[in-house]
């Protein structure tokens, strides 16, 4: 089964951070990213702040809530998740992960075509839309 998780930037320093997703109803329009102890690495380098229930606790990070984009459940050829927002090349040409109609599609940014979810996995994700961040090969 898919998880239903969520990825964003965090507002004070541009980390991404992945969990659940919380929006403060408008107008204040903010999003969190709430990180259950399934997140905190093993360094503790994300410590808990919340006590939620007896074994849960969470890290509540405010994030833009422009770059929030929901788990595909695809993964590219070297195994990093893809994200709605995720740029994926593949044949040299680049495609924009969306989430349209319930459903992920993938469409060229050149021409708007779509491209098969079963070569995604032959793909490389290099960057996201909604983020200033490209990486290369």
């Given at each position: 089964m898919?998880?239903n ?18 929006m403060?109803?408008l107008?204040s329009g903010v ?8 997140n ?14 007896f074994t ?6 405010p ?16 195994g990093?998740e ?8 593949c ?17 060229s ?16 994700v290099?960057?996201n ?9």
């Open positions: 898919r998880q998780r969520y990825r964003g930037q965090r507002l004070d320093n541009g980390e991404w951070v992945y969990g659940f997703l919380y403060l109803p107008p999003s969190y990213m709430i990180l259950t102890t399934d905190i690495h093993e360094d503790n380098s994300l410590k808990p702040k919340y006590h939620l229930a849960l606790w969470v890290d509540l990070f994030v833009k809530t422009e770059t929030v984009g929901q788990l595909s459940g695809l993964q590219d050829k070297s990093e893809i994200y709605e927002g995720d740029i994926i090349e044949a040299s040409e680049q495609y924009v992960c969306e989430f349209i109609e319930g459903g992920f599609e993938f469409r940014m050149r021409d708007d075509k779509l491209i098969l979810k079963a070569v995604v996995h032959i793909s490389q290099i960057g839309v909604r983020s200033e961040e490209r990486r290369v090969g």
